[in-house]
């Protein structure tokens, strides 16, 4: 495995720097900006990813995975934390496809040491810490958990308070941030020690409310500190455009600036595009929270098991979150594919990285030329260094053939947009801002996070 | 799971209080059927032992004992509270949370501000410690008032300005009784004006209920169940204004139905905060969400079903108002949802908005104010009382008059093309 690190400018001599590194098996570019002055940051040292794994041979038995430490946050992470690991154990229950009995029993293990740790009595229990400031959804969640049979969360992986944060970006960030922090760090520590070989964090948040949002930032902040060679990827729910909390534009923007300084990888998830895929493809009546949460499930379910990567084909990958910063999966494989689609209009959504995973059926065989495609990517990118594909054998979920495409590109552009300009509408006539003075978030906290996401709009924009 | 604490003030403020304890105690013995003492009745009941005497007998988990009401009930003549005590609801209510007097106030604002606020300053406080002290993480209180009388109007106001400085994390939502156009207290005017000034500056959100409305509302309702129009019947149970179930028998009072329908405006508002759904909103989100400026925290209040037809076409989920927004604030609505539905009824529906339509009932107000002012009507009543002087009038009207010009200026705006504003430019 190489590691190479290169630094590539862009052509037109803008502050923002790319790096592209190389890091075994992932294409990790990023974008790095300083909004303040132009100062040209160095990039970061690259985020060792398993590479600290001895490489035990080719035998999939005596491979090492590494685990993920899944960080629950709010009403809206907690509950889809549960349907996560409801979908990735159902999976890997499932019958085994097209695939050998031993490459199952492979990608069993592997998913298992990644998400779940033993118990005595045989019931995986999950590497999670939820945390919630009001306690309602967290016992709802340990509850259908229990009631499963088929796993739990830990006893002691939970911290909860009596009232929540209100909605409230400040309050979660400024009040229960520094008040929790103690304990909070200390349930991630004990939960991250149980691993034998630690990968990173996965946190899941929404942008919309108080609690997954502004505490969500702190402690993603926290962890950054703390645990700094570790990758942290942010799950984000992008909230429906109307309807779910009135200030929803002030938490997302502030959310998203403070992500920007602390995170590695941002997935986001719009509830607007999952809930048409509720109704269009899978014909849902009455959409509910929980099919919508089911649905994100399963596409987070179909990235994160196991899958080999181009270069090496017989072990699963070590990493799992070896995926690209500011991800949005914009497609999922939810009805068998017949062919790999490629969108005919001229104007494609310029990329800076793709990642296609293929499961199931003919995955040797499958087509994916379509994504070398140099008009989907930015000039001074060569597709094939911005193009991954991972394939496995092994079905997933019952679907004969999946496939999931993790893209980072101008998708991002107008949803970005559209939120900031609707908060920046907002901010102009101060509505709201005494609800966050209250709690110390000033008005030049406001304007900092403006600033910081006008850049990635306009960094987006000149791809 | 947080708690709250009731504070009905007033012969109006203890009735509808009354209808509230009542409807909450079928709500959740309908949910609640092993009668194990949960988080859900926690929030506004105690679980005590009464065999123990003194403080000691609070119980926090296990099987119910007896129920008492997070209720502190305050009134200056002993009628009202007199009769709640004997009636088929005293069990519920803790005799060491009652403040009463024999007098009255007249229905003179400055008599239950000033004279019984200074009277009773110190006892209340020690009620609302005694109530917060049994509460496991107390969020708001609940006070209920009406603005025309004196008792409610002034001693309800005086103890808002209390619990900020005591509690002031804790939420102060007010629910205010306005009176109506025939209201017959004459100085309902001078009381309402004076306890709104009170209102602007202590609480963080009132929900204005005015008189008039109620009666609409019981008159449409009646108009539907007596009418008896083909394909239509109304379930009894489901009427908003029914208390059949309940523990009091069938009302004759008049004013029954109309508090009946306040109780369960806020049975509902706290649903959310009580029980569990996919969608929670705990009554701090509803301060955040819909109070833009500190100022502007008048919420109007709509309910339905009013009465629940037996077949019923439930209305898809993703509801999109037709209203007109601000120009800031183009999607400004909240949803929430909640998985238990009222006693009666298979679903509801409480909307609150902040609304510049409570403008023309403060102007309307404001009129009626002014009026008996110019002529210095019943005036004297107010100054001979210690501590009152012309300038709480004036102070008060200017109040009311800065009010409703920021709602002017919002209503200004309706019409104006929404512009988008010129945003942040990035050197690239």
Redesign the interface.
């Known amino acids: 495995m190489r590691m190479v690190s290169r630094l590539v400018r862009s052509l ?1 001599r ?3 720097l790319v790096g592209v590194w190389r890091q075994g098996l992932a294409v990790l570019p990023r974008l790095v900006w300083n ?1 303040w002055a132009q100062v040209i940051l160095p990039p970061r040292p690259p985020k060792v990813l398993g590479l600290q794994v001895v490489f035990r041979g080719n035998t999939p038995s005596l491979w090492l995975s590494m685990s993920i430490v899944t960080v629950q946050l709010g ?1 809206c992470g907690n ?1 889809i934390g549960f349907e996560v690991f409801d979908a990735l154990l159902s999976d890997s229950h499932s019958s085994q496809g097209l695939c050998s009995m031993r490459e199952n029993e492979a990608y069993q293990a592997s998913c298992k040491e990644r998400f779940f740790s033993e118990e005595e009595n045989g019931v995986p229990i999950a590497r999670a810490v939820l945390v919630d400031m ?4 967290i016992n ?1 969640t340990l509850s259908k958990a229990a009631q499963s049979g088929q796993w739990k969360y830990g006893q002691h992986a939970c911290f909860c308070q ?3 944060s ?3 970006w400040a309050y979660g960030y400024s009040v229960h941030g520094p008040r929790h922090e103690e304990s909070i760090m200390n349930i991630i520590r004990k939960e991250v020690e149980k691993c034998d070989s630690f990968s990173g964090f996965f946190i899941i948040m929404s942008m919309a409310g ?1 609690t997954g949002s502004g505490l969500g930032a702190f402690v993603t902040q926290n962890l950054e500190d703390q645990y700094s060679n570790s990758l942290k990827m942010n799950q984000i729910i992008w909230p429906y ?7 929803q534009n002030y938490n997302s923007i502030l959310t998203l600036s403070h992500l920007y300084r602390s995170s590695d990888a941002l997935l986001l998830h719009e509830n607007d595009a999952i809930h048409k895929i509720c109704a269009k493809l899978m014909n849902i009546k ?5 099919d919508i949460n089911q649905v994100l499930a399963h596409q987070l379910g179909s990235v994160f098991q196991p899958t080999y990567s181009a270069e090496s084909s017989f072990h699963y990958r070590r990493n799992p979150l070896g995926i690209d910063r500011h991800v949005r999966p914009p497609l999922s494989g939810l009805p068998p594919l017949s062919k790999m689609s490629l969108n005919k209009d001229l104007h494609f959504n310029t990329s800076i990285a793709n990642l296609v995973i293929l499961r199931g059926k003919d995955v040797q065989s499958a087509d994916v030329e379509g994504f070398k495609d140099p008009a989907l990517y930015t000039s001074w990118l060569k597709p094939v260094n911005a193009f991954n594909v991972w394939k496995t054998q092994r079905a997933f979920s019952k679907y004969e053939k999946s496939a999931v495409l993790v893209s980072n590109s101008q998708f991002l552009v107008k949803p970005l947009d559209m939120i ?3 908060a ?3 901010f ?5 801002i ?2 966050y003075t209250k709690f110390g978030i000033e008005e030049e906290d406001f304007l900092d996070s ?2 910081s996401l ?2 990635v709009v ?2 987006y924009c ?1 791809l | ?2 708690q709250s604490v009731v504070v009905q003030v007033g012969q109006c403020g203890n009735q509808i209080g009354c209808c509230f304890w009542d409807l909450a105690l079928r709500e959740h013995a309908a949910v609640n059927q092993k009668g194990i003492y949960d ?1 859900a009745i926690s929030s506004f009941f105690r679980n005590v032992d009464t065999r123990v005497v003194g403080d000691g007998g609070s119980i926090s988990k296990g099987k119910i004992c007896s129920l008492k009401a997070r209720a502190v009930l305050i009134d200056m003549e002993e009628g009202v509270v007199n009769e709640i005590l004997q009636g088929p609801l005293r069990d519920v209510f803790d005799t060491k949370q009652l403040i009463t007097d024999i007098s009255g106030s007249g229905n003179n604002w400055a008599v239950g501000h000033k004279v019984f606020g200074s009277l009773y300053q110190d006892q209340i406080l020690e009620k609302f410690r005694k109530s917060a002290e049994h509460c ?2 107390l ?1 708001c209180f609940f006070i209920i008032h009406s603005m025309g009388g004196g008792t409610g109007s002034g001693l309800g106001t005086f103890l808002l300005k209390v619990l900020e400085d005591e509690f002031p994390e804790v939420y102060r939502f007010v629910t205010s009784i306005y009176p109506s156009g025939e209201d017959d207290v004459i100085t309902s005017p001078y009381n309402s004006i004076l306890a709104m000034k009170e209102l602007n500056e202590h609480a963080d959100c009132v929900l204005p209920i005015d008189n008039q409305s109620l009666f609409d509302i019981i008159s449409k309702i009646d108009l539907m169940v007596n009418s008896g129009k083909l394909g239509t019947t109304v379930k009894p149970k489901s009427l908003v204004t029914s208390s059949s179930g309940a523990l009091k028998k069938r009302h004759k009072k008049p004013f029954d139905a109309m508090n009946n329908i306040v109780a369960n405006l806020l049975l509902n508002l706290t649903s959310s905060a009580r029980f ?1 759904g ?3 909103m ?1 009554l ?2 509803i ?8 100022q502007l925290h008048y919420l109007v209040s709509s309910l339905t079903p009013l009465y629940t037809l037996t077949d019923v076409n439930i209305p ?5 108002p037709s209203l007109q927004f ?10 929430s ?1 909640c998985s238990v539905p009222p006693v009666g009824h298979s679903h509801s529906l409480l909307a609150l908005a902040n609304n510049t339509c409570v403008k023309p009932t403060f102007m309307e107000l404001k009129e009626r104010f002014m009026r008996l002012y110019k002529k210095k009507a019943h005036l004297h009543h107010y100054l001979q009382v210690e501590g009152m002087e012309e300038s709480c009038f004036t102070e008060a009207v200017s109040s009311l008059s800065a009010l409703i010009q920021e709602y002017d200026q919002l209503d200004a705006t309706k019409n104006m093309p929404v512009q ?2 010129p ?4 050197a ?1």
């Open positions: 037109n803008t502050e923002a909004p009403q509950q009001e306690p309602k959804v709802q009596k009232q929540g209100g909605n409230n108080g455009g109307t309807g779910e909390v009135i200030v009455q959409i509910s929270f929980s900031v300009g609707k920046w509408n907002m102009a006539s101060k509505a709201y005494h609800q403006f600033t006008e850049q306009a960094s000149n | 799971m947080t988080e496991d993480c969020q569990e996919s969608l929670n705990d701090n989100e301060s955040m969400n819909l109070v833009p400026f500190p898809p989920r993703r509801l999109k601000v120009s800031w604030n183009q999607e400004g609505w909240k949803t949802l988008d504003l945003r942040l430019s990035i690239m």
